[in-house]
């Protein structure tokens, strides 16, 4: 029994006594041209790599920008169909005859402006009398000068704009110009 045990243990010793059988196992050393050829096949596939690795970097950012500008589309189009409401809140406001009900409309507006700033969606400043711009305004009215007016002017504001924070008309203010 005390001999099975010793064959079942291991001897390094024995993986050290090579063959000749097991010497021919063993790689041969490469020749001078071989081994530039591996090298350059080496370096053909780092390049292959890089490229690779800089074009999936490329489409990743092109791809969270994409994702990016359709999140602001979509946050846009939302908006754009509750700026009715906040319309109809300023006409309320303004036919409202009763203290209590001014204060109580004014807070729903001041209310809908917070929940437009944290959307990054501002109000476009367009008051009467300043000059015309089309890449804010709509004329969607015309009227003629009175004495004393210049044309293209803003003789009254029908509807509000609003712009997203990097520029993007939402809504054209809706304006009413003198020619």
């Not at 291991?10 to 790689?27: G, I, Q, R, S």
């Not at 204060?103 to 990054?120: E, P, Q, R, T, Y």
């Not at 000059?131 to 007016?149: H, I, K, Q």
Request: aromatic share 8%; glycine share 6%.
């Amino acid at each position: 029994m005390a001999k099975k045990k010793d064959e079942l243990k291991h001897n390094p010793e024995e993986e050290l006594d090579e063959t000749p059988e097991k010497a021919e196992k063993v790689e041969e050393v490469k020749t001078p041209s071989e081994l530039e050829k591996a090298q350059a096949l080496a370096e053909d596939y780092k390049r292959k790599w890089y490229s690779v690795s800089a074009e999936y970097d490329n489409y990743r950012k092109r791809n969270q920008a994409a994702v990016s500008k359709a999140y602001a589309d979509g946050a846009a189009e939302a908006v754009l169909k509750l700026l009715p409401v906040a319309d109809n809140f300023g006409y309320a406001l303004d036919g409202a005859s009763d203290e209590k009900t001014r204060a109580g409309i004014d807070k729903v507006i001041k209310s809908f402006s917070n929940i437009l700033a944290s959307l990054g969606i501002e109000e476009i400043p367009v008051e009467a009398g300043a000059d015309f711009d089309e890449s804010v305004m709509e004329a969607v009215l015309n009227f003629p000068c009175a004495d004393g007016e210049e044309p293209n002017k803003v003789k009254q504001v029908l509807k509000k704009g609003y712009k997203a924070k990097d520029g993007k008309v939402i809504r054209y203010a809706q304006v009413a110009v003198t020619i």
